[in-house]
């Protein structure tokens, strides 16, 4: 509704922008309508169901769904501003932000600073009404979204991952708080680790070195961001070329979804198809081309053939496949084609 607001301020003409509220239902409806096209942002489940339902119609989509986002923090990364970023990453908006950091690789010569810093930070978070400017982190937005956050710890407790903090709803708040939570001792199995979360825990593990980092960074059906944190600005942009996401970040996380001008969406599970930039206005334009021939009345390769025709026209077109010289040469083969076709 601010958006309309915002669009009718500027003086959009009434009914180009239009809003429809409801559930799935309205969604369905629309998918199922002759729409020209359809952006999409939502899970990776849903995405999958709407495009099966788009092919019936052959309606273009654009697909923007879930992300298992990586950080990856190398040897000569910045612990404090690292640190800082990784905390911010994974709780603001308690997780659930679609890029938010989900998986935390950390270089195994520096972990155990690095986790005593998140720690600090974290432990110092302060959670509740998110309407109170003093409160850094609110509630998840469903029950259902509140059991997934609670599996998907649960399931890394019982197999015997450290909980350093958080790993349990908060006692102490009304409706579906879950506390920051901060585990090691996780691997690529595990569900916090595999499945998107969506909500605020934060799995951190190590690496030995790059090529080990990036295997794992692009070892999840999902490439929407990632991170990687470093002082050498030159290798974290190496290796950002190596990671299968949508956008790479170099010493910062989350927030480019909020810079219009730069592309977003993702690789994989994630979708496919951009918003934003100049690429998010070319997927709502459709090409449409117009060919007007002003030089000639009568082309040289329509009817009719003639033998003499056929031959020019290959030695025509031997002499101007090869070089500027050559083509030269080929030159009086074109224009003896003109004439034929002329007369």
């Known amino acids: 509704m601010k958006i309309a607001e915002m669009f009718t301020n500027a003086g959009l003409p009434e009914g180009v922008f239009q809003i429809l509220h409801g559930n799935a239902e309205v969604g369905n409806a629309l998918v199922e309508s002759s729409i020209d096209k359809l952006l999409f942002t939502g899970s990776a489940a849903v995405g999958r169901q709407i495009m099966a339902k788009c092919a019936q119609r052959l309606t273009p989509l654009v697909l923007e769904l879930g992300g298992k986002d990586p950080m990856i923090v190398r040897h ?15 709780f603001t908006n308690s997780g659930q932000c679609c890029a938010s950091v989900e998986r935390v690789y950390v270089h195994n010569s520096i972990f155990d600073k690095f986790l005593d810093l998140v720690l600090k930070k974290t432990k110092k978070l302060k959670q509740g009404n998110g309407l109170d400017p003093t409160v850094d982190i609110g509630p998840l937005t469903t029950l259902a979204q509140l059991q997934i956050v609670e599996e998907h710890v649960n399931d890394a407790k019982n197999r015997g991952a450290v909980i350093h903090c958080g790993g349990k709803r908060n006692s102490e708040l009304k409706g579906y708080f879950y ?62 070329m190596e990671i299968r996401a949508g956008t790479v970040m170099i010493n910062d996380c989350v927030f480019t979804h909020a810079l219009s001008q730069t592309p977003w969406g993702g690789r994989k599970a994630s ?36 033998a003499g025709f056929i031959r020019n026209f290959v030695r025509f077109t031997k002499r101007f496949t090869d070089g500027y010289f050559t083509k ?5 083969s074109f224009f003896r084609l003109f004439k034929m076709k002329k007369n």
Not at 76 to 90: I, Y
């Open 179 to 240: 506390l920051p939570t901060v585990l090691t001792g996780v691997d690529h199995s595990f569900k916090c680790v595999r499945e998107e979360t969506f909500g605020p825990i934060m799995p951190i593990m190590t690496f030995t070195d790059d090529y080990q980092a990036i295997h794992l960074a692009n070892d999840t059906p999902y490439g929407l961001t990632a991170s990687i944190w470093t002082q050498n600005i030159n290798e974290g942009k190496k290796m950002a």
């Open 271 to 306: 979708g496919f198809g951009r918003t934003h930039s100049r690429f998010g206005l070319q997927e709502l334009v459709t090409i449409h081309h117009l060919h007007t021939n002003k030089l000639i009345k009568k082309d040289i390769w329509w009817y009719p053939y003639s």
């Open 76 to 90: 000569d990364a910045d612990l404090d501003h690292a640190s800082s970023g990784a905390v911010w990453g994974a």
């Open 328 to 332: 030269l040469f080929a030159l009086p």
